[in-house]
Each structure stands twice: as C-alpha cells, then as structure tokens.
C-alpha cells in the first residue's frame, strides 16, 4: 500500500498523522506525509517520507497571537493567497500516480480533491468529532451550551467551516486539477463513511446513532523515542523532591502571557507543590521563579507526564491523550475551538475537576490543583485501559480493509 497522508495545522494535527506513518512503515507499507514544512525535521528523525506543504499561514497566525482583532482582521485579508499556494502543494502530489489511498487533515482543505483526481479513495482523519451529526452531544466547536434537544440541531455549524474558502477551493479544483465535477463539501463526503476518528472511545465512545464504520480507532500515538534523554537540569529537578505539578498551554493562549504565568507561579505557591512550566510557543512567559518551579521550553508528553502529579494545560486532545495515558488527572483552562469540550468531558469522567474558563485566579486554579490530585485513582484506573487500545493499527486494519474490498 503505497498511502499518501495529508496533515495541516500545529505540532497536535500533525503529530498523530506522523504516528500512523510510523505505523504504516512497521507494516510494510510505504507512506508519505505532507505537512507543513517546519515538521520536517520531526518527520525526517521518524525515517517517514516527507512532502512540504507550504506554511505561510501558520507563520501568519504566529506573528499576530495576542496583538489583538485589528491585528487579525488585517491578516485575514492575506490569507487567500496563502492558502492557494498550500492546496497548489497538494496539486504538484496529485501528479504522482502511485498513490493508491489518501487519509487527510481537514484543514488541509484539497485532501479529498486530490483523491477525487488521483482517483483513489480517501478517507478524513479526525481528531475530534466534527463532521457526523448526532443527538448524544453538541458539536464540539459550538461556543455556547444548548440544551439537549438542540443536539443534533447544533451541528448545523459545521457547514459554517469551509464556506470562506469556498470559493478559492472551487477556483482551484478547476484551474490545477483539471475536476469538472461539482465541488462536495468535507463533510458530506465524511457523512457518506469516509472517516477515521482518531480518539479514544474510553474518551469517548460513538454514538448510537453513528455508523459502524465511524467508531474511533484509538489515539494515534508515536512510539516513545528511546533515544531521547532529558537535559540535566530536568533529570536533577525530578530526582530532587516529590513529583510536581505539569503546566503547559501550547499554542492555544494569545493574551498576556506575562499575567497568565503570574498567576500560574501564584497558584504554585498557594498550593506548595513544585512544578515543571513548559513555555511551548509563548503562552507562558517567566521571569524569576522560585527554586520549586522549573522552566522548560518543551519535552515529550508521554515522557514527562507519566512523572508528573498533575497536569494543568488547555484542553487540546493530543495533551489530554497524554496525561490519560500517563495515568495523572488533569486540571484544564480552555481556551478556544474544541477545549472545552474535552475539558467537560474529562470531568464527567471523574479524571479532572470542573474547567476553569474565563478569567484565570490563582486561588482558582489552587484549588483545582488540589482538588485533582484527589482524582489519581481515577485517572490511573482509566490509563489502565487505554494500555489494550492499539489506535494506529486499528486504522490501519481499516485502511487495509479498504483496498481489498
């Protein structure tokens, strides 16, 4: 089998597509990803085939996070551009023949054209509910609570994603593709099975009303890399005292950094725990710290968190699959998208306290910190679990299936 995937957005989106590759390639098969250019460096150390995809347009939300709506009004009008350089990209990987199956990132926006032109299947690789409506719970996206009728009503708002670029998708299709077919919408081409729901269904299990073929597979996980060791400052800071306390946001914040970290290091001290502060991409910014608080520019999740107490972050489903994985509960400030969606779910689960949306408090978030640490049981029970779930090669069974039907 000779699949190409198609992975567009930060390090979360591509970072399961990369797993499956890496599962694929275990399995003799020979896949290439496309991905925005920045991971090749991740992709290439995984030995996977690699394809740039242009990335203009994650430079562009980088360089005005936190500037404010002027800042990304006036972006916006540079997008359009930028985005027919990213699906032109994916038309230079239509004029290869040898791919016989495309598995691709919504975001990516050409996925399935490009199957449409190769004329391959091509199946969507969800990392969250997005596309099938049902009545069990809203969409995901939806920035406002409804009450339970409204369900399966709420997912209306999925039509909404892809109408701005409609029109340069369309543009595109006929201009580099050559398709003359009328141009289908993601989701009705994901209501009609093409699916790979790449979560956990300890998580979250399919809904009644789904189709058999849209059950999640499992996370899509990348083997840990033995190879990496951790920097001696963060070895000696874990063998010095009791396990501390994991707060990262990603690249989800776009405020006041400086204030968000503040208030982080304050809710540290209320509480006495020590803690590991990862900056990632910006959203915390610390000065001085006390000698309880280490400051880390990033580590593997599935390395760190399983030597953490708790893990406070944002709510993006590649963390949350890290810490459940790794068996520690979790306390979570969402901020935007599909966060507070998990943040609710993770609660109902028993693994995290209620969210912490709106303004973040030290005494809040203390409290939350502590309250967690109650929750371990739980959370090391349901890690136990997810130990017999194996997703990539779940999906890749799904995969297989498919050619040889």
């Known amino acids: 089998m000779r699949p190409l995937l198609i992975a567009v957005g930060s390090r979360g989106d591509v970072q399961p597509y990369l797993a499956l590759a890496c599962g694929l390639l275990a399995a003799g098969h020979r896949p290439l990803l496309a991905a925005p250019r920045r991971f090749?460096?991740?992709?290439?150390?995984?030995?996977?085939?690699?394809?740039?995809?242009?990335?203009?347009?994650?430079?562009?939300?980088?360089?005005?996070?936190?500037?404010?709506?002027r800042a990304a009004i006036t972006a916006a009008r540079s997008v359009t551009p930028m985005l027919r350089r990213l699906l032109d990209d994916q038309a230079a990987l239509a004029a290869r023949p040898e791919f016989d199956l495309v598995v691709y990132h919504p975001k990516s926006l050409g996925g399935p054209h490009?199957?449409?032109?190769l004329g391959v299947p091509a199946l969507a690789g969800l990392l969250l509910p997005l596309y099938l409506p049902t009545s069990a719970f809203p969409s995901p996206i939806l920035p406002v609570r409804v009450p339970s009728p409204l369900n399966r009503a709420s997912w209306l708002t999925t039509s909404a994603i892809e109408a701005p670029y409609r029109k340069t998708v369309r543009t595109w299709r006929r201009e580099k593709l050559g398709l003359t077919t009328p141009y289908r919408s993601t989701a009705s081409l994901i209501r009609q099975g093409g699916v790979l729901h790449a979560w956990s269904p300890h998580l979250l299990p399919a809904p009644a009303d789904w189709p058999a073929e849209a059950r999640p597979t499992g996370f899509w996980t990348l083997p840990l890399d033995d190879t990496w060791s951790p920097p001696e400052p963060l070895a000696r800071f874990l063998a010095d005292g009791d396990?501390?306390?994991?707060?990262?946001?990603?690249?989800?914040?776009?405020g006041d950094?400086?204030?968000?970290?503040?208030?982080?290091?304050?809710?540290?001290?209320?509480t006495g725990c020590r803690a590991v502060l990862a900056t990632g991409w910006g959203a915390l910014r610390p000065g001085r710290q006390a000698d309880n608080v280490l400051v880390i520019e990033e580590a593997p999740h599935d390395w760190l968190l399983p030597r953490m107490a708790v893990a406070v972050h944002h709510g993006g489903v590649g963390t949350v699959a890290a810490a459940l994985r790794a068996g520690v509960p979790q306390v979570v400030r969402p901020f935007l998208g599909d966060?507070?969606?998990?943040?609710?779910r993770l609660h109902r689960l028993g693994v995290a306290p209620p969210p912490l949306p709106g303004r973040l408090r030290p005494e809040r978030l203390a409290a939350a910190i502590t309250a967690a640490?109650?929750?371990?049981?739980a959370a090391r029970s349901l890690a136990g679990r997810l130990t017999d779930e194996h997703g990539v090669t779940a999906a890749i069974d799904r995969l297989e299936k498919l050619l040889n039907a």
Not at 339 to 344: E, I, S, T, V, Y
Not at 373 to 377: E, G, K, N, R, S
């Open 373 to 377: 640490a109650d929750l371990t049981p």
């Open 243 to 254: 396990a501390p306390v994991y707060v990262g946001f990603g690249s989800s914040y776009g």
């Open 339 to 344: 966060q507070p969606f998990w943040a609710a």
């Open 257 to 270: 950094a400086s204030a968000l970290t503040a208030t982080v290091l304050e809710a540290i001290r209320m």
């Open 114 to 117: 490009v199957a449409e032109k």
């Open 40 to 69: 090749e460096p991740m992709i290439a150390a995984r030995g996977v085939e690699f394809a740039p995809l242009d990335d203009e347009m994650l430079t562009l939300g980088d360089s005005v996070k936190g500037q404010g709506v």
